[in-house]
């Protein structure tokens, strides 16, 4: 079956330092999903892209948040610099926007910052 | 906005038992897609079902049935006969930027 790819699988990392999340989507897809999962808030879109071009990233802060598509295959998060607060699972997701078909998820990130 | 009711938290159910998971639904778009995700412990998201706002016909598939109305914005799973592997926290969805519900957590006891 085909699948998402995210790595780091775990991350731990200390408060300031920059983290970089990645993600290969399913080939073929031309949409992918960041999403932040946590305890308080549940699942919350960070950003999205569609054909590699951003549509929307307004769950993101700005200050500190920056996704990006380098090309179809490699989709990044990064963190500058991080904060505990941005501890959580990270989950990228991809899909096909034609169809809107189930969008397939990665097994995700999860992020610690100390 | 878009936004997604899962107004149950937590449902605990006897295995072999029925159990239906609420969802209602809120969008100003006449087209539209509803999603169930499962997350079971291990912690990925496995995709359920799609459906279509022109398509209310029920679905079933196994234990699982899905109904849709869209006179009361809703898209109810039901499980038939649960199972211990059904624990698992679920997740209603809807495009276009797929946003999600809250969850419900779903304990099947044997």
């Known amino acids: 079956d085909a699948r998402v790819t995210q790595t780091p699988r775990h991350k731990v990392t200390e408060m300031g330092q920059e983290v970089t999340m990645r993600c290969q989507p399913i080939?073929?897809?031309?949409?992918v999903f960041w999403y932040r999962q946590t305890m308080m808030q549940g699942l919350e879109l960070l950003a999205y892209f569609r054909n590699r071009a951003p549509l929307d990233d307004s769950g993101m802060p700005k200050d500190r948040f920056s996704a990006e598509m380098p090309d179809a295959t490699l989709a990044t998060l990064k963190i500058q610099p991080s904060e505990p607060r941005d501890s959580a699972v990270y989950f990228c997701?991809?899909?096909?926007?034609?169809?809107?078909?189930?969008?397939?998820f990665g097994s995700g990130t999860r992020l610690t910052v100390v | 906005a878009q936004k997604v009711t899962q107004a149950q938290t937590e449902i605990s159910v006897v295995e072999k038992e029925d159990v239906t998971l609420d969802c209602v639904y809120e969008?100003?778009?006449?087209?539209?897609?509803l999603f169930w995700y499962k997350q079971p412990p291990s912690g990925e998201l496995v995709f359920l079902i799609r459906?279509?706002?022109?398509?209310?016909q029920n679905e079933i598939s196994g234990r699982y049935s899905w109904n849709f109305q869209k006179s009361t914005s809703s898209f109810n799973f039901t499980i038939t006969a649960s199972q211990v592997v059904d624990s698992a926290v679920y997740f209603c969805?809807?495009?276009?930027?797929?946003?999600f519900g809250a969850g419900t957590i779903l304990r099947v006891k044997s």
């Open positions: 080939l073929g897809h031309n949409t």
């Open positions: 459906r279509n706002s022109f398509d209310e």
């Open positions: 969008t100003r778009d006449t087209t539209y897609y």
């Open positions: 997701a991809s899909g096909s926007g034609t169809d809107q078909g189930g969008y397939t």
């Open positions: 969805a809807l495009s276009g930027e797929v946003v």
